[in-house]
């Protein structure tokens, strides 16, 4: 099973921008899509942006569009989300979760490996 592992948390002002990295180790990663989700205090995990294994497919949920870029470095097995004019609703804790089917989905069911999360922070 894949190990993935985020970084690149922070506290920033709203309007302000942070890019985070998950890095894979252990297992398939240029053949398997991955995705970042959020979760904030009391609420549910929500979908955030998805990639396809070979970059091509890119997917974003409607409250980032716009401001967010999912990438993807196969030969570093590292999978980024730059996120641009954050505002305090993005607060919460980031996670990149796998899926070896490179479904793109929008469900979290649908990722098998799961990092530990960083936490972002926005103050108004």
């Known amino acids: 099973q894949v190990q993935l592992v985020e970084s690149g948390g922070g506290l920033v002002q709203a309007g302000g921008s942070l890019r985070l990295s998950c890095a894979a180790s252990?297992?398939?990663?240029?053949?398997?899509?991955m995705a970042w989700f959020r979760q904030a205090l009391g609420k549910e995990r929500e979908f955030v942006s998805a990639?396809?294994?070979?970059?091509?497919?890119?997917y974003y949920a409607d409250s980032v569009k716009g401001r967010f870029t999912i990438s993807r470095d196969n030969a570093k097995n590292t999978v980024y989300l730059q996120m641009n004019s954050l505002k305090p609703e993005d607060t919460a804790v980031y996670y990149c979760?796998?899926?070896?089917?490179?479904?793109?989905?929008?469900?979290?069911?649908?990722?098998?490996?799961w990092g530990q999360g960083t936490q972002v922070t926005v103050s108004s």
């Open positions: 979760a796998r899926d070896y089917r490179n479904r793109s989905s929008m469900s979290p069911h649908d990722y098998d490996s």
């Open positions: 252990v297992g398939p990663f240029s053949r398997s899509g």
């Open positions: 990639i396809s294994w070979s970059g091509r497919g890119l």
